[in-house]
């Protein structure tokens, strides 16, 4: 697959199934991640791959509060967007 086509033809996922991933496929993947990349060969991504529901939940609860910390930021980018523009994205 060219990156063209990579491009045109990717998905956003929102809907997911309930059933395990296979171990293998997610380790393999993990280490695919890892040769992504990255501006200068600056390399600041790390990957975790976590499987236990406890684990995420707690993650889940603790990310929230930052993440909603975004706001009064995303007020503003809702405002700016709902402006009119022209063809070219300008507001007008």
Known sequence: MDAISCIEERQSVRKF???PIDRDL???????AGQIPS???AQPTRYAA???R??????AEEATPDF???EPLNK???KRNSA????????N
């Open 17 to 19: 199934l309930s059933k």
């Open 26 to 32: 997610i380790t393999k993947l993990v280490d695919l």
């Open 39 to 41: 501006w200068k060969n």
């Open 50 to 52: 976590i499987d236990s």
């Open 54 to 59: 406890e684990i995420l939940d707690r993650l």
């Open 68 to 70: 909603n910390s975004r």
């Open 76 to 78: 503003w980018r809702r």
């Open 84 to 91: 009119k523009r022209d063809s070219r994205g300008v507001p």
